[in-house]
T-cell receptor, first 117, second 112 residues
């Protein structure tokens, strides 16, 4: 069964500093991988996704993520954080083989990001 | 304007009462999902539907019910059997070929 871990419950960074949010997954085959962001009291917004191909994925708002099969990781990065990036970030993994039935997406517990001015 | 709407934004439930959360979409997506979010936890799947007139239980379906009579609508009823309903409820839609889910703004349910 799929599972997702986000080792950091909460991270604080200074504005302008670089950011890396960690995500590790467990799944036997190549999964679909996603990063979502959630502002307080809001729904989730898709930042980026990996299905296949280039392992470095570019997303919205200046974010990127790298799929590393050998480490079962899909870490999210941003070179320079803005105060508006403060939010909750969720990594998610989906199955790839079950094309004729439901492809379940499992969400990690989330990492809360605070940004110091 | 394409998107997913959830109403109401806040909902209060009394003891023993059933309440229904609305989710409407005009994205023409086949699949729709309901998730529950509790503080400090990820999203947990309640119910999902891949096609009209069909739906399946997710991981925490007890105390909840759904219907899918129209492609655009997937209402969730929180029944009196759900003993701990206070949470943030998120509706999502998706296209099967892209496997990406898109989320509505959520409904916060509180118990009086």
């Amino acid at each position: 069964a799929q599972s997702v871990t986000q080792p950091d419950i909460h991270i604080t960074v200074s504005e302008g500093a670089s950011l890396e949010l960690r995500c590790n997954y467990s799944y036997g085959a190549t999964p679909y991988l996603f990063w979502y962001v959630q502002s307080p009291g809001q729904g989730l917004q898709l930042l980026l996704k990996y299905f296949s191909g280039d392992t470095l994925v570019q997303g919205i708002k200046g974010f990127e993520a790298e799929f590393k099969r050998s480490q079962s990781s899909f870490n999210l990065r941003k070179p320079s954080v803005h105060w508006s990036d403060a939010a909750e970030y969720f990594c998610a993994v989906g199955a790839i083989e079950l094309k004729t039935s439901y492809d379940k997406v499992i969400f990690g517990p989330g990492t809360s990001l605070s940004v110091i001015p | 304007d394409g998107g997913i709407t959830q109403s109401p934004k806040y909902l209060f439930r009394k003891e023993g009462q059933n309440v229904t959360l609305s989710c409407e979409q005009n994205l023409n997506h086949d699949a729709m999902y309901w998730y529950r979010q509790d503080p400090g936890q990820g999203l947990r799947l309640i119910y999902y539907s891949q096609i009209v007139n069909d739906f399946q239980k997710g991981d925490i379906a007890e105390g909840y019910s759904v219907s899918r009579e129209k492609k655009e609508s997937f209402p969730l009823t929180v029944t009196s059997a759900q003993k701990n309903p206070t949470a943030f409820y998120l509706c999502a839609t998706g296209t099967r070929d892209q496997e990406t889910q898109y989320f509505g703004p959520g409904t916060r349910l509180l118990v009086l």
